[in-house]
């Protein structure tokens, strides 16, 4: 162990470390307390970057663990029974200053003594079918771990418990959100939407028609639909989507399709509304660019009830837009919506059914729906 002061305020600590590999040289910079925590003998445990110079093995202020001293005074004993036999896999907790490895792993092992056993709050049958480490063991393990194996079991029963609080919690929002909305339990099998299928010029493929036969079923079950189609350009959204408006039509009920800008939204009633009108289906377009004589006509018919679809972009949201009973609400291109606007649209309803469509999620939306939360 050397000291070595090359100008002022400068102190370099070299340690020579010896193994049956050969001699290695561990510099420590501006750390001149190193040299009364290590001593010659003892035995340590380096880690860091091996860099070769003038024919040594160097080491630049590498981590360090004192596995065991050969000087014997008080301070010395009482480090060694913090520190772990050599056998042991040391952690490294996130460092700030003040606070080194070392002190956060005596401040972790003296918690985890005081704790004990910690009462787990997932039930057995769970821990079981999910094969998880318990609770308990879990922040042993993860903290000081026995092996390598048992540090990722660890960190795996910790995921778990991290994403199933995340779910509960959206679970809970969700059921908040929706308290007090009555769903409305649609038609499925009515003239309308086998008229609709029959008036699309190809037939469904099987993806689609399982598609279209999910979103129906979801429509006339006795909870509000909260469901996220999803499909490359050219897979037959549009037609899928088209079933579900001809179901609320159905229902005598009303749908509203909304995109972002008003070149999807006439692209959307260019290609759905010959096939509602063949349906018998009445519809119409609402953009910034309706005209106003044209706008309060289809304000009147939406608030007779007369309209069945209203295809259009954030005009929809408007104050003057009323419907006498709306129940589906389509969105296309959702990630380019904010929650306050798809909300929005669901409020001109008492629970209406949400299908919001994308062929290039976010990961922000495919997150939200791998956790059951498209809102």
């Not at 418990?161 to 809970?172: F, K, T």
């Not at 306050?340 to 008492?350: E, I, S, V």
Request: aromatic share 6%.
């Amino acid at each position: 162990v050397k000291t070595k002061r090359p100008r002022p305020k400068m102190v370099i600590v070299e340690i020579e470390i010896v193994d049956d590999t050969g001699v290695l040289t561990a510099s420590f910079f501006r750390q001149p307390w190193i040299a009364e925590q290590i001593h010659v003998d003892d035995e340590v445990a380096l880690s860091g970057k091996v860099l070769f110079a003038y024919g040594y093995r160097q080491m630049k202020s590498p981590f360090y663990e004192v596995l065991s001293t050969a000087k014997s005074d008080s301070n010395d004993e009482a480090r060694s029974k913090e520190t772990p036999s050599k056998a042991a896999i040391l952690p490294v907790h996130p460092a700030t200053e003040g606070v080194s490895p070392a002190w956060m792993r005596r401040i972790m092992s003296a918690a985890l003594a005081d704790t004990g056993s910690v009462c787990d709050w997932l039930p057995s049958e769970l821990v079981t079918k999910h094969r998880l480490m318990s609770l308990s063991s879990a922040l042993r393990e993860v903290h000081f771990p026995s092996s390598l194996d048992a540090a990722e079991q660890a960190r795996r029963r910790l995921a778990f418990d991290e994403l199933l609080s995340l779910q509960l919690a959206l679970l809970a929002r969700r059921n908040l959100e929706l308290a007090g909305h009555k769903p409305f339990e649609h038609v499925i099998d009515g003239p309308k939407v086998k008229a609709l299928i029959e008036a699309l010029p190809f037939a469904l493929t099987d993806e689609q028609n399982h598609a279209a036969q999910e979103i129906l079923s979801d429509m006339a079950a006795p909870r509000i639909m909260n469901r996220l189609l999803l499909g490359d350009v050219g897979t037959g959204k549009t037609a899928v989507a088209a079933v579900a408006l001809a179901a609320a039509a159905d229902s005598s009920t009303q749908a509203a399709v909304m995109a972002p800008t008003s070149v999807l939204a006439q692209q959307y009633a260019q290609k759905i509304g010959p096939l509602l009108s063949l349906a018998g289906i009445t519809w119409a377009l609402i953009t910034g660019s309706t005209s106003e004589e044209e706008r309060q006509q289809i304000e009147l018919c939406l608030a007779d009830g007369s309209l069945y679809v209203v295809f259009g972009t954030t005009a929809l949201l408007s104050d003057r837009v009323v419907f006498k009973q709306l129940t589906l609400a389509i969105v296309d291109e959702q990630h380019r919506f904010g929650v306050d606007q798809r909300t929005a649209l669901r409020k001109k309803g008492q629970g209406v059914d949400l299908l919001a469509m994308s062929a290039t999620p976010i990961p922000r939306t495919l997150a939200l729906s791998l956790y059951g939360d498209v809102y």
